[in-house]
């Protein structure tokens, strides 16, 4: 029988730009809560944070901001909302946040998450001394008819981020034709969830019994869609540049 899967939100201290990440997180993580087969959610925020991944507020407009972050800029929609995609999510202003900014700044994606996943993964086996440990950076957005924003991974390590089903049986027998589970961002939004949005000051959660298959080398094409293979690329075809 599979072991039921936990999700331990972890509340800390507030991060501060510039601040060590992996410290951070070594002083914040109770020593005990870490097993092999561990994954560790963080809000992509302080890892931004870490690497001074801002800009004063005063200093420039936000859709310029935007249109300079975009790694595509579809245009400004509903509500005087920018549409883009930054590191393969299509998502409103370029992932670029706010909220719970120390000073007010814009804080921008990490530059490059997944070596930012990569790294903080290789310092944190070192010094926990795991073998098997999974990294998620997170995030919130939103979704075409849906209220409400949702977590979603930005980058992983440590795991496959796709489970291929496409072959196995359903119940009845019948083969299943183009079935994946997307686990990175399954694991990414149960942990969102718990992490909270506002206050909680819970920007790490450690997940434990997830099903995946860990590896050194997971690869992010494995989850990724490039637009033009996007099953969903007619709704937005026209705006892309």
Same mark, same amino acid.
């Given at each position: 029988m599979t072991s039921p899967l936990m999700i331990s939100p972890i509340q800390t201290s507030v991060f501060h730009p510039g601040n060590d990440l992996v410290e951070f997180i070594l002083e914040n993580v109770d020593r005990s809560l870490w097993k092999e087969r561990?994954?560790? %959610?963080? +809000?992509?925020?302080?890892?931004?944070?870490a690497e001074h991944r801002l800009v004063p507020h005063d200093s420039i407009d936000k859709k310029t901001l935007i249109r300079q972050e975009a790694d595509h800029y579809l245009g400004e929609i509903g509500h005087g909302v920018s549409l883009t995609i930054k590191h393969g999510l299509l998502l409103p202003a370029a992932g670029i946040d706010?909220?719970?900014s120390?000073?007010?700044?814009?804080?921008?994606? /990490?530059?490059?998450?997944?070596?930012?996943?990569? +790294?903080?993964?290789? %310092?944190l086996r070192e010094r926990l001394g795991l073998r098997e440990l999974g990294i998620i950076l997170?995030?919130?957005?939103?979704?075409?008819?849906r209220l409400g924003v949702v977590g979603a991974s930005l980058a992983f390590a440590g795991f496959h981020p796709v489970k291929?089903?496409?072959?196995?049986?359903?119940?009845?027998?019948? /083969?299943?034709?183009? +079935?994946k589970v997307n686990l990175a961002d399954s694991l990414a939004t149960s942990a969102v969830l718990m992490m909270g949005e506002a206050a909680e000051k819970c920007p790490l959660a450690l997940i434990q019994n997830a099903p995946v298959e860990f590896t050194d080398a997971p690869s992010r094409s494995d989850l990724e869609v490039p637009p033009q293979e996007d099953m969903y690329l007619p709704l937005y075809q026209h705006l892309l540049k």
């Open positions: 561990s994954i560790l %959610a963080i +809000t992509s925020k302080i890892v931004s944070l706010e909220s719970n120390e000073k007010g700044d814009y804080i921008l994606y /990490p530059k490059d998450p997944y070596h930012s996943v990569q +790294t903080l993964r290789k %310092a997170t995030d919130s957005h939103t979704g075409p008819l291929n089903m496409i072959g196995q049986n359903d119940i009845f027998g019948r /083969p299943l034709k183009m +079935t």
